[in-house]
Each structure stands twice: as C-alpha cells, then as structure tokens.
DNA sequence: TCCTTATATTCGAACATACGAATATAAGGA
DNA sequence: TCCTTATATTCGTATGTTCGAATATAAGGA
C-alpha cells in the first residue's frame, strides 16, 4: 500500500470531516440542489455553505452544473454515500462508545463554562 | 438523519484523516501490534506514533492490551477496515481525479519554493 | 444600462492539529 | 534499589481550519 494512496484517503476524509459537509452529501444523496436549497435546508450562512462546498468541489466529491444563475451539485460516485451508510453501521454496532464519544463533543464544547 | 449522527461520522473521519494513522490501521488489519513495531515499520519518532495512537483511542478505533512493558494495540471494529478498502475502490473508480489530487497535494507542498 | 438574485472569494480572528524535544511513567532485570 | 526498555504526556512552535463580514462575479429582468 503505497504512501501515495493513504495521503489519498487522509484527504478525503478530511473533506469529509465536518458535519455540514456531511450534511450536504446526506441532502445530495438523493438527487442534485441548488447552492441555495443547501442553504435554505441547513439553515446556515450563504458563505460558509459556499465555502464547504469549495471544499468538497476541491476534492473532487462534487460536481457542479450551473443553469441560469443558479449552480446546481451532485454527489459524484456513489461510493461516497455507501461509505456514509457504512458509517452508520458502525455507529450502530458501537453504540456504547459512539454514545460516550458524543457526549465528550458535547463537553469539549462547553468545557469553557466550569 | 440527526445532526448527531452527523458529528459523530465527522469526529470519525477527522480520526482517520491522516496518512500515519492510515498506515497504523493498514498494518494492524493483519493483527495486533505493538506501538514499538507500529514505531519501526513506520519509521517515525516514538513521541509521535504515540500521540497519533493516542487519537485513535480516544475515537476507539483502536483497543489496546499491556503485556509486560509492551502495549498491543488491534483495530476495534473490521468495519473500519472496510471503509478503507471502499476508499480504496473509489481512487482506482477515479483515477484519473485522483492522480491530480495527488499532484495538488505534492506542489502544495513544495509551493514555499517557487 | 441599472437592479436584483445567486453564488463565490477574500480577509482576519479564533481555534485546532502536527511535530520534535524534553520529560514522565511503568515494568522488568541486575 | 538502580538501570534499562517501552510507552505516554507535556510544551512550544508552525501550520491548517472555520467562521462571519465584506466584497466580487455572473446572469437575467426592467
């Protein structure tokens, strides 16, 4: 296995690192939207959907077509969303610890109020 | 799909993202080893295939087991051993992407010298 | 042309991650 | 007990990531 293909794959799990972008390939799963549908759906900042997907598109997990004035994504292989569906397995089958890793998010976010 | 599950799979992925805790995997798929063994294999400072370690338990992706003055470490759960292989499925799906992946990761690098 | 809508990019601050050097801990063996 | 081997932790620095605010671009429509 060649050093090449796991700097590969780190950096493909980095794009996939984040929630909203999880979010955004859960929401592409079943067919393309809009930038703004993304937005609209998540609920979040225009630019920051934007960014995160700059960061998919970098990476190649998206693909973009753009009709009007409006860009329409899609989710590129399919692949991507099995190893979403695998992930879930896997928090399935770790209940326990994926429970016990939730909770240390949680306070990791509020560790700032003692 | 809650945004839980969505932290959770991020948290995961941000685990694995790195080409040394990628390589720790790949060379405990074939059994448990040592953080010694892991640290020859690899070829890298002690301090540093330990503190990587260190990511993968606290994600526990990795268990370990102390026999005498050495610490055994295995993959938790084989699921995570298929996520890899799907990945690895997926560059050889887009090779031609992902070899300019790589070529953006390589003169990332070596942008500094122009 | 000017205006509006849709999307992308740039910037700076806050925060997180990675590394090696140094140090700590823990288990045997002499 | 002292020494050695194996592993973990802490610290400082360099680098990377995330966010919102502000700005830029691009495509229609009036």
Redesign the interface.
């Known amino acids: ?1 060649p ?12 794009a ?4 909203t ?3 955004i390939i ?1 929401l592409l799963a079943t067919g393309e939207l809009s930038a703004g549908d993304l937005m609209e759906r998540l609920g979040m900042e225009q630019a920051n959907i934007s960014q995160h997907l700059a960061i998919l598109r ?3 997990l998206v693909t973009n077509r753009k009709s009007a004035n409006k860009v329409f994504y899609s989710v ?2 399919p ?2 969303i ?3 569906a ?6 399935q ?2 209940l326990k ?2 429970h ?3 909770h ?2 949680d306070s990791a976010h509020s560790e700032v109020t003692p």
């Open positions: 296995m050093d090449s293909l796991r700097r590969f794959k780190a950096d493909i799990f980095q996939l690192a984040h929630p972008r999880i979010a859960d970098a990476k190649k590129k292989d692949l991507i099995e190893v979403l695998i992930m879930r397995k896997y928090f089958n770790n610890e994926s016990e890793l939730l240390e998010l």
